[in-house]
């Protein structure tokens, strides 16, 4: 059996079995929440609950990673602000940020500027940066997030940057990009799909995700896509789907 075909058959075989996770693991969040408001807040049992939750947060992540990785799946785009977005995925971060005391640096110069992006799949590529900056850096470390009009590129305006910078432990390999390669992971609990998945993902939206090192400490990854130009009518892409503004 060629290679090609192999990967086909095992994609296929990870995305159903994906799916057939989905459901139940649906039911035991649902319950487990259930669980939990009963619980008094003061009860020592309320920990346990709450590790049940990261243990299934865990597994759906795995779960959507690898279902966004095999499925072809077709983005839906809507029109959104660049900032905001950015905003909204670091908002589902807050708690962790804050356990290890991380200080989060914004610096945005993209003021109205509109993306037409999957929202749900960017915010998964965004939250699957932040979890690895989180996860990169110690105690009081620091986690700078820019966003703005390329400039440098060929002039024009059409490209918005992302910049995730951390000043965490940086990566030992010399071809930084290998961290795209699916299943490429350093961590005893990682699946190495987090930045395999979110390359895929920006690629459907005609952009890139690039990483480089600080000059001084750290890794800062950068997503690029396309500035929405409102004139212009819609993306060729949603036609067939409709789309919507948010
Ligand atoms: N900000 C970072 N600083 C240092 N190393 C990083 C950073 N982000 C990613 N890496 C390296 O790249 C590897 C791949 O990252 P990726 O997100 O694809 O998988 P993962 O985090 O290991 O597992 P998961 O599938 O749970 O996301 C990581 O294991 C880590 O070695
Ligand atoms: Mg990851």
């Given at each position: ?17 994906a799916?057939?996770?989905r ?37 759906n992540k795995i779960v959507h990673d690898l279902l966004d ?51 749900e799949?960017?915010?998964r ?72 998945v ?49």
């Amino acid at each position: 059996m060629k290679n090609t075909d192999k990967f086909l058959i095992l994609g296929r075989m990870s995305a159903m079995l994906a799916h057939e996770i989905r459901n139940p693991l649906a039911g035991i969040s649902a319950v487990t929440q259930v669980l939990e408001g009963k619980i008094d807040t003061n009860d020592p049992r309320k920990k346990y609950v709450s590790l049940i939750m990261k243990e299934i947060d865990r597994v759906n992540k795995i779960v959507h990673d690898l279902l966004d990785y095999t499925r072809d799946s077709r983005p839906y785009f809507v029109r959104v602000e660049t900032a905001s977005l950015v905003d909204k995925t670091l908002a589902f971060h807050v708690e962790d940020l804050e356990e290890k005391n991380i200080q989060v640096d914004r610096q945005y110069k993209s003021e109205g500027l509109l993306v037409q992006v999957d929202q749900e799949m960017i915010e998964r590529v965004f939250s699957n940066i932040i979890e690895n900056a989180i996860e990169a850096l110690d105690e009081n470390g620091r986690l700078t997030i820019t966003a703005a009009v390329d400039e440098d590129g060929d002039g024009s305006g059409n490209t918005v940057r992302i910049g995730f910078s951390d000043t965490g432990r940086g990566s030992e390999i010399e071809d930084l990009s290998e961290m795209f390669s699916p299943f490429y992971t350093t961590k005893t609990k990682g699946t190495g799909l987090g930045l395999a998945v979110s390359s895929k993902v920006v690629e459907e939206h005609n952009g890139t995700l690039e990483v480089a090192a600080n000059p001084d400490k750290g890794l800062t990854f950068t997503v690029s896509l396309p500035v929405d130009q409102p004139d212009e009518g819609s993306n060729p892409q949603n036609r067939q789907q409709g789309m919507k503004d948010v």
